[in-house]
């Protein structure tokens, strides 16, 4: 009774002050987050052109064209080609080089995990126009290839559909991997080493330890590198517009490209329907967040 006529009591003072350090990160991310995530759902129900917008009739109506836009629905096969064809690559590339890197008998690596990190350093507009001269008509790889004989002619690399989204998952593959290598190194870090002597002495070979050992112990990392990776990828949007510039004819052209071309790259753009778009692409990034957590979740 006395300490309550003194004041609050410690547990208030702490809640009290959890409060006033939470409240002004609240605000700012309610401002900053979830307040354009409405206005973003609120647009879309809109049609029209620039500030000259009018709820539609149907509400629906930017949601049903999206699915009879056939580049809209290019666009998604593209996003969807890259994130399966090249987010696994770059992720078990990752764990394999931070495997190398962390072998405590290795000599020079701290100069070996700068050099697989560094592409990550380069900015992303900057290397999408150096892989754009390298894989140019008359570029360092057709001349490479030329001079060891191995094609007979400059190959077009960048004006053919299959040979534009390879170059883009290269690229992206390139950029990425030291990135993701840098979260599995410090997982493994955080693994003791009599874990391994004790798989050691189990019987464990090396590809045994590593995929009964490791891989578990990994797996919260290799969640949130999943969730990071394909969140990046559905929202790929430099390399599509330095690289090929979505060509030739929007075959590698993304989700986020085209969004963009239509809100600003044509004049005064379909607010209403790129609004759409970008929400239809934050339920997908959501979505798949969720069962990334889920299929790691190894809670009973």
């Given at each position: 009774m006395e300490n309550k006529r003194k004041g609050m009591t410690l547990a208030n003072k702490q809640l009290a002050a959890g409060w006033a350090f939470l409240t002004p990160a609240t605000v700012l991310i309610f401002i900053m987050s979830f307040y354009p995530i409405i206005q973003a759902f609120i647009t879309s129900l809109k049609k029209g052109k620039g500030v000259n917008t009018v709820f539609a009739d149907p509400l629906t109506y930017n949601y049903t064209r999206m699915f009879q836009d056939s580049i809209f629905i290019q666009s998604m096969?593209?996003?969807f080609f890259y994130l399966i064809i090249e987010v696994p690559i770059m992720?078990?590339?990752a764990i394999l080089l931070a495997q190398l890197l962390n072998n405590k008998d290795l000599k020079f690596k701290g100069l070996f995990r700068t050099c697989i990190f560094l592409p990550c350093a380069t900015s992303l507009v900057s290397y999408s126009i150096i892989f754009k001269s390298m894989f140019a008509t008359q570029g360092l790889v057709n001349s490479v290839l030329m001079k060891?004989?191995?094609?007979?002619?400059?190959?077009?690399?960048?004006?053919?559909p299959g040979t534009a989204k390879a170059v883009i998952i290269i690229a992206l593959i390139w950029r990425w991997t030291g990135y993701n290598m840098v979260f599995y190194l410090a997982g493994l870090q955080?693994?003791?080493y009599s874990v391994y002597e004790a798989a050691k002495i189990d019987g464990a070979t090396g590809w045994k330890t590593f995929w009964y050992v490791t891989v578990p112990l990994l797996?919260?990392?290799i969640v949130m590198t999943?969730?990071?990776?394909?969140?990046g990828t559905l929202q790929l949007f430099d390399e599509s517009m330095n690289l090929t510039s979505g060509g030739p004819a929007n075959s590698t052209i993304t989700m986020s490209h085209y969004i963009y071309n239509q809100a600003f790259g044509q004049g005064v753009g379909a607010l209403g329907y790129t609004s759409a778009m970008a929400f239809l692409v934050f339920i997908m990034v959501a979505i798949l967040a969720f069962i990334n957590l889920k299929v790691g979740d190894t809670r009973d």
């Open positions: 096969k593209n996003t992720l078990v590339l060891l004989g191995l094609i007979s002619e400059n190959i077009n690399f960048l004006g053919t955080n693994i003791e797996k919260p990392t999943a969730i990071m990776s394909i969140n």
